[in-house]
């Protein structure tokens, strides 16, 4: 036993989950009962339409440690989370989804897990439970992610993740930007690993991520990767393709009033010259851009922060 004693939060976003929620709760306390450490469960029910808020508040009634938020309209699962992180008090938070589809036995290896040092774990669906395309487009989604962030992980939007403290305080998640929690922990210096772990059919209800959702995903991708790469020296980025665009443009120009001076080729009817025009003027747009970006950047320079781990000053 630790000298003292840690909290566990779990924290459940949810969207008309309302068949599921009770038998959830039970499969939680019946795993967390045993660890004999503190513990909260969080649900965070998202503006659902179905009966989810009153099973809740019944289990709120029935049991201490289950804490409800409702907002009042649907604000999207990383506001849900966001919303459940300010929220919980434990140590260790553990995020899961309310379908039943994550398995709560998982939970005292995960808390195992981030004892021995890592700061985030997320969950490993390797046999997954769901339909064909889903689990298809979801590999091809991770595999991009993966390649294009260099986060060596294969299932990044698990819904059953471990988190220190540490983590949950430091990340500042808004849009849809949950599905890159152990891009952006990593780009902020923590340990980020994952953890298989078992995944079962829905039970109940359907799908909330649909392939509409598939398209917002890519949008968050663009950018996770700019502001973790690029919003400290936004220029590298537009100034390189602008400046790309910008050469290729002048060649082609160069080349035109070559055989315009000394070939007497006129430049009527070639085409190739509205594609110099075009690039050149493109080029330009581009580092204009990244010149603004960096303006912006500078004038907030005083609110960068940078991600500290420990500070020791000196003691007199
Ligand atoms: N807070 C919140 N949770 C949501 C929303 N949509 C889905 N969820 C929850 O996120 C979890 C995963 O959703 P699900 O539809 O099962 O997605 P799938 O497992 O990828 O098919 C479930 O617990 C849902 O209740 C939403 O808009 N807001
Ligand atoms: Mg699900």
Redesign the pocket.
């Known amino acids: 036993m630790e000298a003292k004693q840690q909290k566990i939060s779990i924290v459940?976003?949810?969207?008309?989950?309302e068949e599921s929620l009770k038998e959830l709760h039970q499969q939680i306390i019946s795993v967390l009962n045993p660890l004999n450490c503190p513990y909260e469960i969080i649900f965070?029910d998202?503006g659902s339409t179905d009966n989810s808020l009153q099973v809740l508040k019944d289990l709120h009634k029935s049991d201490t440690s289950v804490q409800i938020i409702s907002f009042r309209k649907?604000n999207?699962?990383s506001a849900?989370l966001a919303k459940g992180f300010n929220e919980a008090s434990g140590d260790i938070i553990i995020t899961m989804?309310?379908?039943l589809?994550d398995d709560p036995t998982e939970i005292p290896q995960l808390i195992e897990q981030i004892n021995s040092g890592y700061d985030l774990v997320s969950g490993w669906k390797k046999n997954r439970k769901?339909p064909f395309i889903?689990r298809h487009t979801s590999k091809i989604y991770n595999g991009v992610t993966s390649s294009l962030t260099g986060l060596k992980i294969h299932d990044i939007n698990c819904?059953i993740k471990a988190y220190t403290r540490e983590v949950t305080e430091t990340l500042n998640i808004y849009g849809q930007l949950h599905r890159f929690l152990p891009v952006m922990a990593r780009w902020e210096g923590f340990k980020v690993g994952e953890m298989i772990v078992k995944h079962h059919p829905?039970k109940f209800g359907k799908?909330?991520?649909g392939l509409s959702r598939f398209a917002a995903g890519f949008f968050d991708l663009i950018t996770v990767l700019f502001i973790t790469r690029y919003t400290k020296r936004p220029l590298h980025l537009f100034g390189s393709v602008g400046m790309l665009s910008f050469l290729f443009g002048i060649i082609i120009s160069v080349y035109l009033a070559y055989e315009r001076i000394f070939l007497e080729k006129y430049l009527t009817n070639r085409p190739l010259l509205f594609l110099g025009i075009l690039a050149i003027i493109v080029g330009v747009q581009f580092i204009s851009i990244g010149l603004l970006g960096e303006m912006i950047t500078e004038s907030k320079k005083g609110e960068i922060d940078y991600p500290v781990k420990l500070i020791l000053k000196k003691t007199s």
């Open positions: 459940i976003p949810l969207l008309n989950e965070i998202d649907n999207g699962k849900a989804d309310a379908d589809q769901d889903k819904g829905r799908t909330k991520f």
